[in-house]
């Protein structure tokens, strides 16, 4: 019985291991079924649009409204750039543009202040991460994209632009008439050696060049014979993935 028994192991490994397996396919395949019916399903929806709606949607809207959705429901990081988002992106990043200096992002439906930039006229009169913009030259921004958003917001240098905020805490909406100017990037806007030669940097956002600006303040500082030092990420809304990794 013994030696039949260890005869018998491993034909019952095999089988358990194979069982296991073969389980672990099943489930993948299921999970793939799902996913072709979920397209099935979406596929019909859009037929229905497509021949039942009252007026020809966009076909290029149709799809990038869906794109949307889909990253929606994920998390507020994971967002869809079309080609006007994109160039935007690139702006922040890597130019300098005509505007008031805040970046925004709608949250909950409302258009939000995610970071005012250093310097600019928005951070100088005292705008803050958190504000809700709920109107532009006296126009809701209900309903309003980011996009929509950003295209009144910017302009001429010299121009002015009113908004309406609300902040959390006030009893008053605040009205500011602001002045757009330059917006340029700097993402390390300063460093210095505070007391007992402790180094500090500010790191306002990532761009293209920030790893290069890093490394010159720190030569700079490291010269003054700094032995410690503070990076300040506060309020840094983000940027390219690269520079935050060089960093």
Do not use: C
């Not at 490994?13 to 996913?35: H, M, P």
């Not at 080609?83 to 909950?108: C, K, N, P």
């Not at 003054?224 to 983000?238: F, K, Y």
């Amino acid at each position: 019985m013994t030696r039949r028994f260890r005869r018998l192991t491993p034909v019952l490994t095999a089988l358990i291991v194979g069982a296991l397996i073969g389980g672990w396919t099943v489930e993948r395949v299921s999970a793939r079924n799902d996913l072709y019916t979920y397209l099935d399903l979406f596929n019909d929806a859009l037929a229905k649009v497509e021949h039942v709606y009252v007026e020809e949607p966009d076909a290029k809207e149709l799809m990038y409204g869906a794109i949307r959705g889909m990253l929606n429901i994920l998390d507020p990081y994971s967002v869809f750039l079309d080609e006007e988002s994109f160039t935007d992106f690139q702006v922040q990043t890597e130019g300098e543009f005509g505007g008031l200096g805040i970046q925004i992002t709608a949250r909950d439906g409302v258009l939000t202040v995610v970071s005012p930039i250093e310097g600019s006229p928005a951070y100088d009169l005292g705008i803050q991460s958190g504000d809700r913009i709920i109107a532009i030259e006296g126009k809701t921004t209900r309903g309003i994209t980011t996009d929509q958003a950003i295209l009144k917001l910017r302009g001429e240098p010299g121009t002015k632009v009113n908004i309406t905020i609300y902040r959390e805490g006030l009893d008053d909406n605040l009205e500011y008439d602001i002045t757009r100017d330059i917006i340029r990037i700097d993402s390390v806007p300063y460093a210095f050696l505070m007391e007992d030669d402790i180094g500090y940097v500010r790191i306002s956002r990532f761009s293209r060049t920030t790893a290069v600006e890093l490394e010159a303040k720190l030569d700079e500082l490291d010269a003054q014979g700094m032995r410690g030092l503070v990076v300040d990420l506060r309020s840094n809304p983000g940027g390219l993935l690269s520079e935050a990794v060089d960093v």
